[in-house]
């Protein structure tokens, strides 16, 4: 049994044959089908997924903790400092 590397064509041929279109000749379309895919996808693009919104609300809650952890750090800081100073 041999093994053979030759490809049945060299690979630049076989790609130029390759297609993914069904039909070699591009696709006629006319100005409404191309009107109603444009109206269909500016409808689809402009919803919002579910996943989306729990992301938005994460940052939302991640803005919020940081905010208020800044606050009691700067707090906490500044009660110890003070509680420092009139220890000494």
Known sequence: MTHSTDLPCPISQCLARWSTAAYPDAAETSSFDLWSLSSHVQHCSGRVSHTERLHRAAGW???????????FV??????????????A
Request: hydrophobic share 70%; aromatic share 4%.
């Open 74 to 87: 700067v707090v906490a800081v500044l009660v110890l400092g003070a509680g420092f100073a009139l220890a």
């Open 61 to 71: 809650a991640g803005g919020m903790v940081r905010v208020r952890l800044m606050t």
